[in-house]
């Protein structure tokens, strides 16, 4: 049976750093999808999904200093997949990396990437994936143990195998961005990444690289686990936040002991990376 879809436009003042804060939170009531707009952005949940109270109940909507509204739309069944493709291009990241859908030709390029987004977060057309990426390519993988928060389509877990990674853990907290991944390792065929959901760093283990694109309140409360659990000599590269809260971020770093290396800024979104010294 086809699935009914809700869409909910938001309009967030201010937006930075609410929108993020609030994609989070949704997220964790049910929502699949979401898409930036100028005002806020637009979230999408299928329609047995949707939970009014639940909604009202979030504590982000209690903070008299944000003004946050929203309307309600069905959107009804369609392809989704068929939607998808006519819209996901393929994306080249440097010269060596290509993002490409299984139905793409081929281009010879170093790290051929093939996902099947599924509405989930990382095909290479968001700033903060981007930057991920280029620090990732320009980052030594090989023998590495890889964490990655918040992995979305799995795509930067990906392209860490491809580089040779030992072995890496990719985690969300959403359950279908944890089954995007797994079908997309399959299309790439890797062997040395297991997915996971969740929304805390996993305990027990220690990593040579840390990746981490998830916004800014998340890594602030995050990093310190980070930090605990980074090998010395190992790199921790975060993105999800904007340029006016890197101080922030540096800040939380440096109390742990991390060592701000460089950043890079795309429309005002950042990617930042750290060593453990």
Not at 198 to 211: N, Q, R
Not at 213 to 221: A, S
Request: aromatic share 10%.
């Amino acid at each position: 049976m086809s699935v009914v879809y809700l869409k909910l436009n938001f309009n967030i003042s201010p937006i930075a750093p609410w929108r993020d804060v609030l994609i989070a939170a949704l997220g964790e009531i049910g929502f699949e999808s979401f898409e930036n707009t100028d005002l806020g952005f637009k979230g999408y949940i299928q329609k047995p999904e949707f939970d009014l109270v639940l909604l009202n109940q979030l504590s982000i909507l209690e903070n008299n200093d944000i003004e946050i509204s929203w309307e309600v739309s069905e959107i009804q069944p369609q392809n989704w997949n068929e939607t998808w493709e006519k819209n996901f291009k393929p994306m080249k990241i440097g010269s060596d990396c290509i993002i490409r859908a299984h139905f793409h030709e081929k281009i010879e390029v170093k790290y051929d990437l093939i996902i099947t987004p599924k509405m989930s977060f990382g095909t290479g057309h968001h700033e903060t994936t981007r930057m991920m990426m280029s620090f990732l390519l320009e980052t030594d993988c090989t023998e590495k143990t890889v964490l990655d928060m918040g992995t979305g389509t799995g795509v930067l877990a990906i392209l860490a195998d491809k580089k040779g990674a030992k072995n890496v853990l990719a985690v969300d907290f959403d359950q279908w961005c944890v089954e995007n991944t797994n079908e997309n390792l399959k299309l790439n065929q890797s062997k040395n990444i297991v997915a996971l959901k969740g929304s805390e760093v996993p305990k027990g283990a220690s990593y040579d690289l840390i990746l981490a694109n998830i916004n800014r309140n998340v890594l602030l409360v995050q990093i310190s686990d980070y930090a605990k659990q980074l090998n010395a000599g190992g790199h921790l590269i975060m993105s999800g936040f904007y340029n006016k809260d890197l101080n922030s971020i540096q800040e939380c770093c440096a109390s742990v002991h991390l060592k701000f290396i460089r950043n890079f800024e795309e429309n005002n979104w950042v990617a930042a990376s750290f060593s453990k010294q």
